[in-house]
């Protein structure tokens, strides 16, 4: 990965990624400092701790890197786009490697834990809702309990606002399987919400 | 009223959970600070040169590794087809060849069991002998 020459600032993603496939290391890293904030961004969707949001970034990145080649071949979408692509499939994978290795109960939950979810789940009026503040932890502990897949869609539909459409492109899944899985992924949130009333 | 009810408190629950969600992420100021980790290109670097590394000199390696789990597990299910087919060819009653002693009934008794028992072709000797013991039979 020897530096062939250096490209100015204001080239586009797609000039630096032909740079990139040509064998320009520098290219790379300009890519690199435009992406990795979104990158970060995007583990910090599903994790909480910096270790795992910086192998979400490394391995994001080897992907992207390894995978450049076909990328400037295929010319279909923005390299932004295709690297959150690279970014949410990673987290998910790593989602589902984690919900296999352990798996999380209800009885996890302390009650001051328990308390604060009743408080923000009870019949406390809609406006006391809005001001319910809560812990990243809890919430963390909270989406543990669901599926990798009801977490990543739940996240792509009320975090990022993503459509129905746009989650089916961004994951490669089928329009009804993305339907589908959000409505489970709500029904289980709620079902699950329900057990702390 | 109570589907009503009912509806209050999904919203409620759904309400509740788009909280949750959103609370559980990461805020673009952290994001941000986790993002500038030191060294972090630089760990991509060199994970991307070790990987490369692996993709060019390993590629044989890799091949073998596969083929050291494979090639034993092919082998054990070659037999295992061989073993069984040659179990069912085995127990299955095999279609009768044509046989010159069913053809003739060499197998039954009585007259036809003496006239067709020989197998090979009667000899000219044999016909002329057949037939001048027939005629001194006739000539009594």
Redesign the interface.
Known sequence: ?EPTHDPSNESSDADLVTEVVKGD?TSF?QL??RH??R???I???F??H?PQ??EI??ET??KA??GLANFSQSKANSFAHWLARIAFNNCYDELRRQSRSRKWMLTDFVEVERQQLRS??G?VG?TT?ES?????D???K??RLLSAEDRLV??LL??EGLSVAEIAQLMGWSLPKVKIRAFRA?TD??RL??KFL | MTQGKDSI??E?????????????????Q???E??A?PF??A???A???G?GQFLDAGLWMAFWSISKRAIPAMMIVAALSFGLSLYFTGNKSQPPAFSVDAYLGTNESGVENLVFAEKRPLTRDEVLATIISSDRELGR
């Open positions: 990965m290391a890293e690199f400092e990795r904030q990158v970060a961004l583990a910090g969707r994790f909480q910096s949001i910086e970034v490394q990145f080897i890197y390894f923000l789940t019949d809609a809702l319910t503040t809560i812990n990243r809890l919430a963390h909270l989406l739940l996240v009320d975090v709500r949130l709620r919400l329900k | 408190s999904r409620r629950l759904d309400h509740a959970g788009r909280i949750i969600t959103k609370a559980s992420i990461l805020s673009g952290e994001a941000s986790i993002a980790a972090l290109f760990r991509i670097q994970r991307i040169a990987e």
